[in-house]
């Protein structure tokens, strides 16, 4: 080395010259990929760089979650935490392990004061159709004529109230403001809706390739996310997919809203699948505050399915069913310490808004019944009459809001302007209910009239007509009833307003009951009234055990169990007859989102004896998302560029590029880690650099190999297409590589949407 450059001064370079510039830029371009790096994925993806599987960015809008990505990814959080020494790392060990119960106390209290909130201003909303309490008109029409108020336990309504004042004694003028505040209260609820409109991607195109090659684009869909009961949805994304924004702060502001005024407007739906959505949304804000749940997708669904039971605990007083619902209606994975904090957010949910005691009587019972008679044997066909009848009711249902949704709602200003529809839906319901006094009351109070023992109180409404000698007219109004309640749903259900199938389909189950119930003399009409409520909403939602669980927590009525549990099954089984799938399955088939219900799934491809090969895609779609790596690991960015482009214009998102060598499989890198890498690292580097994808990289090689997933789980082609269906469903897998059988040489690339576009082909068929 030249004396000069041995002699080192304050002027002197730290590096020769051509090396030394050379040597800053490398360095300079892996700081800041590093410093970008750091700002886009967590430590604990991080600390997956040096792994096989790779390590992932946040998943996008409506991908699906990799579940055995997210357990690793879990693990490795877990032994770094637990593997500490030292007494302040015990103490933060034992605080991570406590976390899923804290969260889920959380979850609890915060939906239950929700709760109270929506029960108080959607029970003075709804009686201000009627009337105003002149002593303070934020008061309900209960809390007004009587001690009774939230927070606080008094005696029964009064018979004659002085404080109450009718907007009008005269039918005409009645009705009017009636109509009236029932389209005030629609319009308010429909446009609050509206502000939580939001476009989404397509789960697959209208011309998918799964048959043919060929570029697609694929258009997105609109929706609002705090429109119907938000039951689907969840459903959704508890099966792995994601929707974005679904469950923020915004969404669970507008359905408490929006529910309120839903609800008080008299519509034929109920506040009870929006309560699973809020509790669902108050369990995504509280896991985002711990980021054990916050950067893992399926530890956040756990901690999501375990918030869904608060949802129907405050919302019927029924934290056993609440728990039931999550596991049997909603939740995809339940392992049993997601059981265990179902219970615990349930429970805690029940227990706090007992306390803040939203209707006044201090219990958690709503619909509490006392009949003092018990059934005979001769009854069971009765109650095998109630099931046959809601199983008829909710077949036709399923099948008639299907198509109502396929015909009325795609009329161009019906679908352009949803509130229009909620504001003719409000006037047609009004119109129909104001005349039958039972149908008046808001939904749970016409459940409560319903369920009512004429033994015990003679001087409701119902009572006074049962007890006397001219029947003809009040059979009428209950036929009427029947009949309106069930119009009324089919064509409410699925329209832009925080809305819910079950108290609708519980009054009409409860009319049709109390109608038999009319010519069975032995016991009390209430009895058939409570199991043909069950009978009914089982044959909409096809809910079974957590129904009966329902049912015995909303009555208190535990003699009435087998009755209820032999109506809910025939209903069941009658339903399944005539519609293969409930009201939240077909309303997942309306709004075009992506689920893989593994049973049904299994169901359509036992009838198909096709091997996995079918779901390979063609050829030029191969072709595209195919990689023939060199041989030293590295590739042109110019050839990454131009598949990232072409993947982008097919929109599937879950896609991702097969690395190969010599035909044989070498890794799989996914599309939102490959523009990650690109668009965002790929700034440091000039375009004609050359990328690492395999092997060790060199330093200042532009290297992408960390985001590589070295270890894809492969299938043989020739293997029964049951296999694929199975691995995608128990082991939650985002993509499967299909291999030739004997060569081993990749053949195709499954994503779990192109199964899910398979199997609805199939299914419809």
């Known amino acids: 080395m030249p004396a000069d450059l041995e002699r080192a001064t304050e002027h002197t370079h730290l590096l020769p010259n051509g090396t030394n510039d050379r040597r800053l830029s490398s360095i300079q371009q892996e700081a800041d990929s590093q410093s970008i790096l750091s700002s886009h994925i967590s430590k604990g993806e991080q600390a997956l760089f040096a792994q096989p599987i790779g390590e992932r960015l946040p998943y996008n809008d409506y991908t699906t979650i990799d579940w055995l990505h997210d357990l690793v990814k879990d693990s490795f959080r877990f032994r770094a935490i637990h593997s500490r020494p030292g007494i302040r790392n015990s103490i ?42 002149s002593t303070s008109v934020f008061s309900n029409r209960e809390t007004c004529c009587t001690n009774r108020s939230p927070l606080n336990i008094a005696e029964e309504l009064g018979e004659d109230c002085k404080a109450w004042h009718t907007w009008s004694h005269d039918y005409i003028g009645g009705l009017a403001i009636y109509v009236g505040y029932a389209l005030l209260f ?63 702060f915004k969404v669970l502001a507008v359905k408490a809203i929006g529910a309120s005024f839903a609800v008080a407007t008299g519509m034929c739906l109920g506040k009870e699948g929006p309560f699973v959505h809020i509790s669902t949304c108050v369990a995504y804000l509280v896991g985002m505050r711990f980021p054990k749940y916050r950067d893992n ?49 349930s429970l805690t949910a029940a227990v706090v808004l007992r306390a803040l005691n ?30 046959l009848a809601g199983g008829l009711f909710g077949g036709v249902f399923c099948k008639a809001n299907f198509l109502w949704s396929k015909s009325f709602r795609q009329i161009p200003v019906i679908k352009k302007y949803p509130v229009f529809e909620v504001s003719l839906v409000v006037l047609v319901t009004a119109l129909l209910q104001y005349p039958n006094p039972i149908t ?16 015990s109180s003679k001087h409701s409404w119902i009572c006074q007509r049962e007890l006397g000698e001219e029947k003809s007219g009040y059979v009428g109004w209950l036929v009427y009833g029947t009949v309106v309640k069930l119009v009324l749903t089919t064509i409410t259900f699925g329209c832009k307003v925080p809305s819910g199938v079950i108290i609708p389909a519980l009054d009409a189950g409860a ?35 957590s129904l009966v669980v329902v049912m015995f927590e909303l009555t208190g009525e535990l003699e009435y169990i087998v009755p209820n549990m032999v109506a809910i099954l025939v209903a069941k089984w009658v339903a399944d007859a005539l519609e293969r799938e409930g009201v939240y399955d077909l309303a997942q088939t309306v709004l075009g989102h992506p689920f893989l219900d593994l049973d049904h799934s299994l169901s359509i491809v036992q009838k198909e004896n096709a091997l996995v090969e079918v779901l390979v895609p063609p050829r030029q779609t191969m072709e595209e998302i195919t990689v023939d790596v060199a041989k030293d690991g590295t590739i042109s960015r110019y050839v990454l560029d131009m598949k990232l482009d072409q993947l982008k214009r097919r929109g599937l998102m879950d896609a991702g590029l097969v690395l190969v060598q010599h035909g044989m499989l070498q890794g799989y890198l996914a599309e939102s880690e490959l523009d990650f890498g690109l668009n965002d690292l790929g700034h440091s580097w000039e375009a004609t650099s050359r990328i690492r994808l395999l092997g060790d990289a060199d330093e200042g090689e532009f290297d992408l190999s960390m985001f590589v997933d070295r270890t894809p789980l492969t299938l043989c082609a020739s293997a029964p297409v049951e296999y694929a269906v199975e691995m995608f469903g128990k082991l939650g897998l985002r993509y499967l590589v299909v291999v030739e059988e004997g060569s081993s040489k990749v053949v195709g690339v499954i994503i779990k949407k192109r199964l899910v576009v398979w199997l609805e082909k199939k299914k419809k068929h």
């Open 358 to 387: 939203p209707t006044g009587t201090g219990k958690l019972v709503l619909f509490e019944t006392h009949y003092g008679t018990s059934y005979q044997p001769v009854h069971y066909l009765i109650f095998v009459v109630l099931g």
């Open 297 to 345: 997708g399926r530890k956040m669904r756990e901690l999501l399915s375990a918030g869904c039971s608060a949802g129907l605990s405050v919302a019927f007083g029924a934290p056993l069913g609440g728990v039931l619902f999550s596991y049997e209606e909603i939740s995809t994975y339940f392992p049993r310490k997601v059981l265990w904090r179902a219970f615990l957010c």
């Open 92 to 133: 933060y060990s034992a605080f991570d392990s406590c976390q899923g119960w804290i969260a889920a106390t959380m979850i609890g209290v915060l939906t239950a004061c929700v709760a109270f909130a929506v029960d108080v201003a959607a029970a003075t909303l709804s009686d201000w159709k009627i009337g105003y309490c």
């Open 186 to 248: 629609g319009i308010v609820s429909g446009s609050v809706t509206m502000l939580t409109k939001s476009s989404l991607p397509a789960t697959a195109s209208k011309q998918d390739d799964v048959k043919s090659g060929g570029e697609q684009g694929v258009a997105g869909k609109t929706m609002y996310l705090a429109a119907g009961s938000g039951i689907p949805e969840i459903k959704t994304i508890l099966s792995g997919f994601v929707i974005p924004n679904f469950l923020d």
């Open 511 to 545: 009319f049709f009951g109390r109608l038999i119930g009319q010519w069975i003399t032995t016991i009390s009409p209430g009895i058939f009234a409570m199991v043909g409520a069950a009978a009914f909403l089982a044959g909409v939602s096809r809910m079974t055990i």
């Open 440 to 455: 008046r009351e808001p939904g749970d109070i016409i459940i409560k009239n319903l369920l009512v023992d004429c033994r």
